[in-house]
């Protein structure tokens, strides 16, 4: 499908040249094999490497880290390819792993960046964060995983749920509570090998989704660490990096969720243009053709939104309330869009073999990940 980005005025020729890169590599290595992917229920390992050889990983990573030297446009761009692909909403967050590798660079020590960040460039290393646990999601201070101080280092016990690529995890980004007797719960995040001993990893769960996105569980049976795998060493344990983190992906969240927008819209426009019905395409109809344009305005709205926060993001300048405004609108937006134009395929619209199904199912899942649309207000309601 063909977007206009250049009129978007957020983008320069780096980026284009770039968005051209990652649309080849879902073009030529994702949605030829997603069917297959989707009936294994999981999509192979091999695809980091191949994204790393084909430059797409870490784009906005500092070169001396082994990124590519761009900035969070490049990233952005990233995601909205994934979103823009019929084969994005099947992978879940599939290759946007880059989020774990920002945490490192603004919150880890310096061996830590040299350490690991090359690693995920290189595809050699997949990471991801884990907060979420079996009992608690949106409530952190409910969260039940411990770090028992233990000589220098810590022991680590309890068990992570809904963990994007659990199953593929080399680096488990871990949250945990501090065990360490203090009246108010302190967290902190380490760095946890995931073949480390006492790491288990559980199947992927069985969703409405039928994707092969891989989320998962982890258990941490009693799993010893040093204090180099403290991110940011001694201290805080990088929980306030992880929040500021997160602020920066939920608007590449959005920013996904407004391409994936799009590409259901030229989903149902292909479709309703090409379906005759009463004589007619269905396009011709004024109840539908008022649906699509609805939804054309609907989506341009937001965008001019997301793109001013991509803008401050880049800049260092979003504020936690406005990441979560384009997160929150996006996100409730694509809900609304998807249903609305797989409606417009007809029964077409629930089946498996057609991607407007999955853009369905993959607008529920994005108004959890990152944070659900409740948490989102509660964080606007705090800055009024
Ligand atoms: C595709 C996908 C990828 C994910 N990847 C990861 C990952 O890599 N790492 C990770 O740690 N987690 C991940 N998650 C988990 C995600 O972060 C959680 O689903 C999310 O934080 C919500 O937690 P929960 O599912 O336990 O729901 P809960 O927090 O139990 O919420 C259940 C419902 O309660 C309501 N609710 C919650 N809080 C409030 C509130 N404050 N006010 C009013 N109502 C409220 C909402 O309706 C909400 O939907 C992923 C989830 C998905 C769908």
Do not use: I, Q, R, V
């Given at each position: 499908m063909k977007v206009d980005h250049a009129e978007r005025g957020i983008f320069n020729d780096s980026h284009d040249q770039f968005r051209d890169q990652v649309r080849r590599f879902y073009e030529r290595e994702i949605e030829p094999n997603v069917a297959a992917w989707e009936a294994a229920g999981i999509f192979d390992r091999d695809l980091f490497r191949k994204a790393a050889s084909a430059g797409i990983?870490?784009?906005?990573?500092p070169e001396e880290y082994g990124?590519?030297?761009?900035?969070?446009l490049h990233m952005a761009v990233c995601y909205e390819e994934h979103g823009y692909s019929p084969a994005g909403a099947s992978i879940?967050?599939?290759?946007?792993?880059?989020a774990s590798a920002y945490l490192i660079l603004n919150g880890g020590t310096e061996e830590q960046k040299r350490e690991w960040i090359p690693r995920f460039a290189s595809g050699e290393v997949v990471g991801e964060g884990l907060f979420t646990e079996p009992h608690s999601g949106s409530d952190?201070?409910?969260?039940r995983t411990t770090a028992e101080p233990d000589g220098d280092g810590y022991v680590i016990n309890g068990s992570k749920a809904w963990i994007t690529n659990a199953n593929h995890l080399d680096l488990c980004l871990l949250v945990a509570r501090i065990k360490?007797?203090?009246?108010r719960p302190h967290f902190a995040v380490f760095l946890i090998d995931?073949?480390?001993?006492?790491v288990t990893k559980g199947k992927p769960f069985r969703t409405s989704?039928?994707?092969?996105?891989?989320l998962g569980e982890l258990f941490f049976d009693n799993v010893r660490v040093g204090p180099e795998r403290l991110l940011g060493g001694r201290?805080?344990?990088?929980i306030g990096q992880a929040a500021r983190t997160l602020n920066l992906t939920r608007v590449l969240y959005a920013a996904r969720s407004v391409a994936a927008c799009e590409l259901a819209l030229s989903m149902a426009l292909d479709f309703t243009k090409g379906r005759e019905a009463f004589g007619a395409?269905?396009?011709?109809l004024p109840t539908v053709k008022a649906k699509l344009a609805e939804v054309r305005m609907r989506i341009d709205v937001a965008r001019a939104f997301v793109d001013k926060c991509l803008v401050q993001a880049n800049a260092g300048t979003l504020s936690a309330e406005r990441s979560s405004m384009a997160k929150l609108w996006a996100t409730e937006m694509e809900v609304d869009v998807a249903d609305i134009c797989a409606h417009l395929h007809?029964?077409?619209?629930?089946?498996?073999?057609?991607?407007i199904s999955r853009i369905v199912t993959a607008s529920r899942a994005h108004r959890y990940a990152m944070g659900v649309s409740e948490m989102q207000r509660e964080t606007i309601m705090r800055s009024l």
């Open positions: 990983l870490c784009p906005g990573m990124g590519g030297g761009g900035d969070l879940d967050s599939g290759l946007d792993t880059d952190m201070a409910a969260m360490n007797g203090a009246p995931g073949d480390a001993p006492g989704h039928a994707g092969c996105g891989n201290g805080e344990g990088g395409p269905l396009f011709k007809g029964a077409m619209g629930l089946s498996l073999d057609h991607p």
